[in-house]
């Protein structure tokens, strides 16, 4: 990869120079790539396809934009890109320096401002999460605004620990082995959602946007939350981590080794139909 400023997307500018980022960026792209395309993410099709890449200001998020326009920049991603930032009403949040930042950038860009704050904290009982609402009600906003743009995709900055943390979520509070999966359609059958971070790291993220000075925004709503489940499950991953180093990604790619014969899901695998040989 050059990093000559005619060479690469302005996102990139003033990248480090240091081995240990080149080698972390290096990793980021082909963790991307390779979910792409063991995933399918790019259609088929006459028309050139366009995404709608959701950028909420967090570490995450950011590392998502600018890989992918990594990947645009080099002829490795034959889509349309438009950021989307949704605004949902807050307070304090920063509403300029996101709209700043795509200007800078040259992104092409779409801020939107729907007050789902308000509804979250007067549906949710107090002393509730309020994570599930508030997802649902973005998720819901950015279906919208896929269709008024004409993305075939809403693309989502969920990374690997993310995935994992919801498999033990499931696990653990919903009685079922499941989790986010990569590439799905939504219930209306309209759009598809991708997760193109799908095999990266969250520390990889984290290192990414903090060595590039991206301006993070964090998220003061939920990440407020004392006791939040998905804090527990991250903080026990953790521990485990510190133990044994790599049992995050080995568990992570037990979820792409499947046995339905070793599992006790009927539905999935017929066990009463089972014979032995005479």
């Known amino acids: 990869m050059l990093d000559d400023a005619d060479d690469i997307h302005p996102l990139f500018y003033g990248a480090p120079k240091t081995t240990e980022f080149k080698k972390l960026r290096k990793r980021i792209v082909q963790n991307t790539r390779e979910a792409i395309d063991q995933y399918g993410m790019i ?9 709608l890449v959701c950028l909420s200001g967090g570490k995450d998020s950011y590392t998502l934009l600018a890989v992918l326009y990594e990947l645009q920049w080099r002829g490795l991603l034959p889509v349309d890109l438009l950021a989307c930032n949704l605004d949902q009403g807050q ?23 729907q007050d789902t704050y308000s509804i979250v904290m007067d549906k949710v009982p107090e002393g509730r999460t309020f ?15 896929a269709r008024e743009e004409g993305c075939s995709a809403v693309v989502l900055g969920h990374h690997r620990d ?14 079922r082995l ?3 999966p990569p590439k799905l359609v939504n219930e209306e059958g309209d759009l598809f959602v991708y997760r193109p971070l799908a095999h990266v790291a969250e ?35 953790d521990q485990w981590e510190r133990n044994a180093p790599g049992r995050r990604q080995k ?9 339905p014969s070793h599992l006790l899901d009927q539905s999935i695998f017929d066990f009463k139909g089972l014979t032995r040989r005479s």
């Not at 920063?94 to 040259?106: N, Q, R």
């Not at 994570?131 to 605004?145: E, P």
Request: proline share 6%.
């Open 43 to 51: 259609e088929d099709g006459e028309t050139r396809p366009k995404w």
């Open 131 to 145: 994570c599930a609402l508030c997802s649902r009600l973005r998720r819901g906003n950015l279906y919208r605004i």
């Open 178 to 180: 499941a989790t986010m």
């Open 251 to 259: 568990m992570f790619r037990s979820l792409m080794n499947t046995r």
């Open 91 to 113: 307070p304090n949040f920063p509403a300029t320096v996101l709209p700043k930042f795509l200007e800078d950038m040259g992104v092409p860009h779409r801020i939107e401002y």
């Open 203 to 237: 520390v990889d993220c984290e290192k990414f946007s903090t060595s590039m000075g991206y301006p993070i925004i964090p998220c003061d709503l939920c990440g407020s939350q004392d006791g939040l489940q998905r804090q527990q499950v991250k903080a026990m991953l």
């Open 162 to 175: 993310d995935i994992l943390e919801t498999f033990m979520m499931n696990m653990f509070h919903g009685s």
